[in-house]
């Protein structure tokens, strides 16, 4: 490492004064991603879960169709979810 004095140096000079900025103002009312792109981002993370709930759901109809010792109430459910009654 070689030393060079800061005003030499003005990227690391600038750097090392950055305490006497004043950024009580910075970036005031300022939105950097617009709100159609949160709606979107919304909007395709709510169908992921959708997805995710249907494919969860769907695999618990499976579990329970494979299920051999059934009672009358869960027969009867899974004959109207097919159509058969």
């Known amino acids: 490492m070689k030393h060079i004095p800061g005003k030499m140096n003005t990227k690391t000079d600038i750097l090392s004064r950055k305490d006497q900025v004043n950024t009580k103002e910075d970036n005031k009312d300022v939105q ?3 709100d159609k792109l949160w709606q979107q981002r919304m ?24 299920n051999t010792t059934r009672k009358k109430e869960v027969v009867q459910a899974l004959e109207k979810e097919d159509g058969l009654t």
């Open 32 to 34: 950097l991603l617009k």
């Open 43 to 66: 909007t395709a993370e709510i169908m992921m879960i959708q997805r995710r709930m249907i494919t969860e759901e769907s695999d618990r109809l499976k579990e329970i169709k494979r």
